[in-house]
């Protein structure tokens, strides 16, 4: 199974700020990375698909980059509404994985 | 609208069996593969089971073989997850989500979610 790894766990950050979250694959998958953002509560959303190419509606603050087996998730300027938590996920194989999850907090 | 509503959740004996239903709706269901990804109280995601558009190709985690079946039925819009042999760690949120197209098995649309709780 292809392990993915994400640093860091937690994040503290201030609005306006310039994030970024690592995701490492286990062996190369390639580009076939999605990025999802998830509150508590509820579902995830899509951010980003093809580990650059932004989902219709994601906000342009979003971006990714990488390929092979690294991988980063960019927010821009951080504002009020992307404090949650981030997880990357691989689609190059079955059993698809999951990140373990990067907690963006204030 | 793309919608997907879960139900059949609840608390389960451990040993026991349920299952859970996804109704979909604003889209060519047909035409979309479909799985099944739940999240543990507290802890991250994690994809359980995939169905090819048409139910012919079927995977699972290893942690569900044999004991999970995913299903779906076109015509009805809907997709079913049945668990069988139900365990403490089976307990869960879990989520129908929809993969946008072809062989990229992201997830661009999910449900609110389904609470399963195994338990004595």
């Known amino acids: 199974d292809i392990q993915m790894t994400q640093s860091p766990s937690t994040l503290s950050a201030s609005v306006g700020d310039r994030v970024t979250i690592t995701c490492r694959a286990s062996?190369?998958?390639?580009?076939?990375l999605a990025w999802y953002q998830q509150k508590p509560g509820k579902a995830p959303k899509f951010l980003i698909y093809k580990a650059s190419s932004l989902e219709s509606g994601a906000p342009s603050r979003f971006s990714g980059s990488g390929s092979g087996t690294e991988f980063t998730l960019t927010i821009s300027s951080l504002q009020p509404d992307d404090f949650a938590t981030y997880y990357c996920?691989?689609?190059?194989?079955?059993?698809?994985?999951f990140g373990g999850g990067t907690k963006v907090e204030i | 609208e793309v919608q997907l509503v879960e139900s059949g959740g609840g608390l389960v004996q451990p040993g026991g069996s349920l299952r859970l239903s996804c109704a979909a709706s604003g889209f060519t269901f047909s035409t979309h593969s479909m799985s099944w990804v739940r999240q543990a109280p507290g802890k991250g995601l994690e994809w359980v089971a995939n169905i090819k558009q048409d139910g012919s190709e079927k995977f699972y985690v290893d942690s569900v073989k044999g004991r999970f079946t995913i299903s779906r039925d076109n015509a009805k819009n809907s997709l079913y997850l049945q668990m069988n042999s139900l365990r403490a760690e089976d307990t869960a949120v879990y989520y129908c989500?929809?993969?946008?197209?072809?062989?990229?098995?992201?997830?661009?649309?999910w449900g609110q979610g389904a609470l399963v709780t195994v338990s004595s």
């Open positions: 062996q190369s998958i390639s580009s076939w």
């Open positions: 989500a929809r993969v946008p197209g072809g062989y990229d098995f992201n997830f661009d649309y």
């Open positions: 996920q691989q689609y190059s194989r079955f059993p698809l994985t």
